[in-house]
């Protein structure tokens, strides 16, 4: 694999975010940088922690099936990202669990932060 | 007690600063760290492609030549650690201190209601110093820990402070078996 276009630090650095925002959204984009393919995961991971937390917190969702629909929603899309999507061998990644744990823990505590302070802004005063 | 949650995301925004801000003066800015850090990196990918590229092979020349890089790999890992190390002690303890400040302040106090009950192991986190047994009270300790574990690594990242994946990946060698020659 080459890693000849590898974008050089902070010289152009608003044309490689604008780019990295159009490969992340066009479909079977070509990653010659596995780091910026990793960062795209990890920071969507991130998004979607914070919406489901905004969500469950509107809703408002109780109880454990919170966390496992949390769990669930962020390993689906993330999977279906990677594999029906941009269509990428995992394996070049060393496998999918490399790519599913990539900033799950980080994004669990967005997720958790949000989830419970919008809870607890909107229903704090119910109890469970 | 919405006002008392939100101001814990706000205090752990700022100490995730102050604390980045502290390391920056400290460690990152410095010439030594700087050089260590691109030494790594450097040496980390080529390790890696290497590693792709005779992983499977027998060839005892190739072999030789992964294990001195790794050799050269553990020591500049080793020696950026030891860089890190002394302000990260520094550091850590005026957050002790900072810590147990918020937490006298925050002392006894519902900050967040929680929307499930905790599993009895994160309880004594979560109910930490709270009067009463309703578990869905949360205490400030569990979301400043929260708070910290989310909002610390993206700002980390988001500055480009973090340890990049194949040196981090690379890294984690560096604490198992010796290499042969020092069996």
Known sequence: ?128 | MWGDSLLIVFISICTAFLGEGLTWVLVYRTEKYQKLKVEVERQSKKLEKRKEAHGDSLDKQHKKKIEREEERLKNNNRDLSLVKMKSMFAIGFAFTALLSMFNSIFDGRVVAKLPFHPISWIQGLSHRNLPGDNYTDCSFIFLYILCTMSIRQNIQKLLGFAPSRAASKQGGALFTTPPPQFK
């Open chain 1, 1 to 128: 694999m080459s890693t000849k276009n590898k974008t050089s630090d902070g010289a152009s650095k608003g044309k490689v975010t604008e780019s990295l925002w159009t490969k992340a959204f066009t479909s079977n984009t070509e990653w010659p940088d596995k780091e910026e393919f990793l960062d795209v995961i990890y920071w969507m991971r991130q998004a979607i922690g914070i919406v489901l937390g905004l969500c469950w917190g509107l809703i408002p969702l109780k109880g454990f099936i919170g966390i496992l629909l949390f769990v669930a929603v962020n390993a689906g899309v993330v999977y279906f990202y990677v594999s029906n999507y941009q269509n990428i061998d995992e394996e070049e990644y060393g496998g999918m669990w490399e790519i599913t744990k990539e900033g799950f823990m980080t994004a669990f505590a967005g997720f958790l932060v949000t989830w419970i302070i919008i809870y607890t802004g909107l229903h704090g005063s119910e109890s469970l």
